[in-house]
């Protein structure tokens, strides 16, 4: 098996590189070995000599246990990218974290780590969302929070007009903009008038 891919376009992972982990293991199933390897490492997405056993007894129960890991090449489902998923990290998936042998690793390290972020920014705009006589400061907060997810794409734009009106009662409130709240209307009009 040839192993053609030029791993210097693959996204980082900031624990395990970007390189494959060469073993020198192939498990060969003629060889008398029990070998069943992850639906999601298909021959083409299998990286040759990187194989490693793995702790049936620390796996999540499974219908068919998964006897080896190999690094996979995978493509980002957000950006695109290449990235890999490492034996290592699978097996550390699947024996220390608990996570069951059916689920997947379908975003790059960066996306991964981008979608944690937005989910504690989502958090924090629930949050003050339910906070009865919000304060200017929580208010500048959630358009804050509000408009970074519409830059993020984790809320629709038409969220825009919920920025504008927490902006509005701000100013009604104070009867003055902050610098504060002159950059968050700044950050507003630079999104709505984006090419
Ligand atoms: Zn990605």
């Not at 997405?45 to 007894?57: E, K, Y």
């Not at 972020?117 to 907060?141: D, I, K, P």
Request: aromatic share 10%; charged share 25%.
């Amino acid at each position: 098996m040839r192993d053609t891919n030029n791993y210097s376009t693959f996204v980082v992972h900031p624990r395990y590189g970007q390189y494959p982990h060469e073993t020198g293991f192939n498990p060969d199933r003629n060889s008398g070995v029990d070998v069943h390897l992850h639906w999601h490492s298909p021959i083409n997405c299998r990286v040759p000599d990187t194989a490693i056993r793995a702790n049936l007894a620390k796996q999540t129960p499974a219908t068919v246990p998964v006897t080896h890991y190999y690094d996979v090449v995978r493509q980002c489902r957000d950006c695109g990218r290449p990235f890999l998923f490492f034996a290592r990290e699978q097996k550390h998936w699947y024996e220390e974290l608990g996570f069951g042998i059916d689920s997947d690793c379908v975003r790059c390290p960066e996306c991964r780590k981008q979608q944690q972020r937005a989910g504690r920014l989502r958090r924090r705009y629930e949050e003050l969302f339910h906070v009865a006589n919000r304060s200017t400061e929580q208010n500048l907060e959630m358009a804050e929070a509000c408009l970074t997810l519409i830059e993020w794409s984790a809320f629709h734009e038409r969220q825009v007009s919920r920025v504008r009106m927490l902006l509005n009662r701000v100013a009604a409130v104070e009867g003055t903009v902050s610098t504060r709240h002159a950059a968050i209307l700044d950050r507003l009009s630079r999104f709505e008038s984006r090419g």
